[in-house]
C-alpha cells in the first residue's frame, strides 16, 4: 500500500502530517475547547508535544496500524483539523477519531471527512468494520457519526476516566454489509 496517499472530498484534501505542521497542530491541540472532550491529550501541549504526536502518527503510518490525516482546506491549504482511523488487523475493525480548530466547527467539515475515511476504510483497507467512540456527552461529536451513517450501537458505561471522574463512552458503529456501495 503508498504510504503518503491523500483522500479528497468536496472541499478538503485529507494528507498526512508534516514536521511543517507543528505550530498548527499545537495551536489546536493546545486549546482546552478542543481537548476537553479528548482522552490523553496534555495540557499545556507543548511544541515538542506536537513533534511527538506528528512522529507518533508517522510511525503509525509505517505498520499501516494508524492512518492520520490533516484536513487541509483545498481552497486556501489551511490545516484546519485531523481525522484518523486506527486499525486492529486481525479484526478487519477500524476506530475513526477527529477534531477540528473552533474557529471552523458547525460547517460540516468534519462530517465530510468521516464520510471520505469510512469508505477509505471498507474500499481501501478491506474492513469489515468501522467504529468511532465519543463520551456521552459530546453531542458534536455524536452528530457527526450519524450524519457520517455510523449507527448508535452502545453506551460503556463509566468505561474510562476523564480529569478524574468517571465518564460514560458510546460507541457507533458500521459493517461492510451496511455500507451503501
Ligand atoms: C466534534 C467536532 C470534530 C465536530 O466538528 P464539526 O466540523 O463542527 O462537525 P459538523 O459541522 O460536521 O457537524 C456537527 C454537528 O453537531 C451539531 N452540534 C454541535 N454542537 C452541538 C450541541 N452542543 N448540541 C447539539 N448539536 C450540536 C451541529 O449542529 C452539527 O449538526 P447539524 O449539521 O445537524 O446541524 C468538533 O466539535 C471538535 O473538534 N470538537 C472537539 C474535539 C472532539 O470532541 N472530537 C471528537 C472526539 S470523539
Redesign the pocket.
Known amino acids: 500500500m503508498e504510504t503518503l496517499l491523500t483522500l479528497q472530498t468536496e472541499r478538503l484534501l485529507l494528507r498526512p502530517f508534516t514536521a511543517d505542521d507543528r505550530s498548527a497542530v499545537q495551536a489546536?491541540l493546545g486549546d482546552q475547547?478542543?481537548?476537553?472532550?479528548?482522552?490523553d491529550i496534555p495540557y499545556p501541549f507543548t511544541s515538542e508535544d506536537a513533534d511527538f504526536w506528528i512522529r507518533a502518527g508517522h510511525a503509525g503510518i509505517q505498520t499501516n496500524l494508524l492512518f492520520p490525516f490533516a484536513m487541509t482546506r483545498r481552497a486556501d491549504g489551511l490545516l484546519i483539523?485531523c481525522i484518523d482511523i486506527e486499525l486492529q488487523p486481525e479484526h478487519r475493525r477500524g476506530d475513526i477519531?477527529?477534531?477540528?480548530?473552533?474557529a471552523?466547527?458547525?460547517?460540516?467539515?468534519?462530517?465530510?471527512?468521516?464520510r471520505r475515511i469510512i469508505q477509505f476504510g471498507f474500499e481501501d483497507l478491506g474492513l469489515n468494520r468501522v467504529y468511532?467512540?465519543?463520551?456521552r456527552t459530546?453531542?458534536?461529536?455524536?452528530?457527526?457519526?450519524?450524519?457520517?451513517g455510523l449507527r448508535y450501537e452502545a453506551t460503556l458505561r463509566h468505561s474510562t476516566i476523564k480529569d478524574s471522574a468517571f465518564v460514560d463512552i458510546d460507541v457507533y458503529g458500521l459493517l461492510r454489509t451496511d455500507f451503501p456501495t
Open positions: 489546536i475547547t478542543v481537548t476537553r472532550t479528548l482522552l483539523g477519531a477527529y477534531w477540528l480548530a473552533p471552523h466547527w458547525g460547517q460540516g467539515y468534519t462530517t465530510e471527512a468521516a468511532a467512540q465519543c463520551l459530546n453531542v458534536a461529536s455524536a452528530r457527526v457519526m450519524q450524519k457520517a
